[in-house]
């Protein structure tokens, strides 16, 4: 069974106080990872997707990497704008059904200024 | 370019009557998604369209869940009777094809009474 675990549940930061948050994936055929970001009372916002291990990507603050088992989001200094949840979500193999798509349960992240 | 549009964004009903949710993705978006997100967790999937037909519905409570999307584009899923436990976001995403990121919809934030 596919299945995605973040970590931490949430976390508190000062404004600049750098940080990553991680994604566990335990996947039949990795296709894509995804990482959103969901403000209160709004949809996921997509941030990256990955493919492979090894790829890094990023955007302002924010820098996601990919290993054979995990993801990490690193957010350089970051800013209170920055405060939300973070969803990560994998795209596997689903034999009949093709793919199948599973979210983590997400970490709340807070950035105090 | 304008994003996946839902509607309504809350209601409010009491258990066992029903009610209906609407979705209009991003246009040429031929994949079609509907998840369920509980407070403090990920979205979890409910059905996947590839244009009007349903192609994963596995999760889907059949006995009182329903979904539609007729000629590939809007999509309707409905809950008949609800039940006190269905209280919840459901998410609508859409993606141009099988592959690369979804988009999601601001949600319906259902309370049954």
């Known amino acids: 069974e596919d299945q995605v675990t973040q970590s931490p549940e949430a976390l508190r930061l000062q404004e600049g106080e750098s940080s990553s948050l991680n994604c566990s994936y335990t996947v039949s055929g990795l296709r894509g990872l995804f990482w959103y970001r969901q403000d209160p009372g709004k949809g996921p916002e997509f941030l990256f997707t990955l493919y492979s291990a090894g790829e890094e990507k990023e955007k302002e603050r924010l820098k996601a990497t990919l290993t054979k088992k995990e993801s990490f989001l690193h957010i350089t200094a970051p800013k209170p704008e920055d405060s939300a949840t973070y969803l990560c979500?994998?795209?596997?193999?689903?034999?009949?059904?093709?793919?199948?798509?599973?979210f983590g349960p997400g970490t709340r992240l807070s950035v105090l200024p | 370019e304008a994003g996946v549009v839902q509607s309504p964004r809350y209601k409010i009903i009491e258990k066992k009557q029903p009610v209906a949710f609407w979705c209009n993705p991003i246009?040429?978006?031929?994949?079609l998604y509907w998840y369920l997100q509980n407070l403090g967790q990920g979205p979890e999937l409910l059905i996947r369209?590839?244009?009007?037909?349903?192609?994963?519905d596995s999760q889907l409570p059949k006995d009182r869940f329903s979904a539609e999307r007729l000629k590939g584009v809007d999509s309707t899923l409905k809950i008949q009777p609800a039940e006190l436990g269905d209280s919840a976001v459901y998410l609508c995403?859409?993606?141009?094809?099988?592959?690369?990121?979804?988009?999601f919809g601001p949600g319906t934030r259902l309370t049954v009474l």
């Open positions: 995403a859409s993606r141009i094809d099988s592959g690369g990121e979804q988009f």
């Open positions: 979500a994998v795209q596997a193999w689903a034999g009949n059904y093709g793919q199948n798509f599973v």
């Open positions: 369209y590839e244009n009007e037909e349903a192609v994963d």
């Open positions: 246009s040429g978006h031929n994949t």
